[in-house]
Nanobody, 111 residues
């Protein structure tokens, strides 16, 4: 069955970095558009970044220049490198493929 398993969240100080990973299985990963979304308390889930099968990327304006999405097709894994983190980046981050979501990983940016 299709599975997306995120890891790498945690507590970090403002200005710090984290790298999220999403291990995918059950579908043809190398042919798939993959994305990271996030949802903060009281807010709607929003797209953070996406990456096509060919490696083209797109980002929310709020994270451009700070976050980088990448993929390893051999390991069926998509990554989100987050630098210069801000308190407003605090949210649960979800990996997404089509209509499938991971369980989410909490990212908290706080001093």
């Amino acid at each position: 069955q299709v599975q997306l398993v995120e890891s790498g969240g945690g507590l970090v100080q403002p200005g710090g970095s984290l790298r999220l990973s999403c291990a995918a299985s059950g579908f043809i990963f190398r042919s798939s558009y993959m994305a990271w979304y996030r949802q903060a308390p009281g807010n709607q889930r929003e797209l953070v970044a996406g990456i096509s099968s060919g490696g083209s990327t797109n980002y929310a304006d709020s994270v451009k220049g700070r976050f980088t999405i990448s993929r390893n097709n051999a390991q069926s894994t998509v990554y989100l490198q987050m630098n210069s983190l801000k308190p407003e980046d605090t949210a649960v981050y979800y990996c997404n493929w089509a209509a499938t979501w991971g369980q989410g990983t909490q990212v908290t940016v706080s001093a």
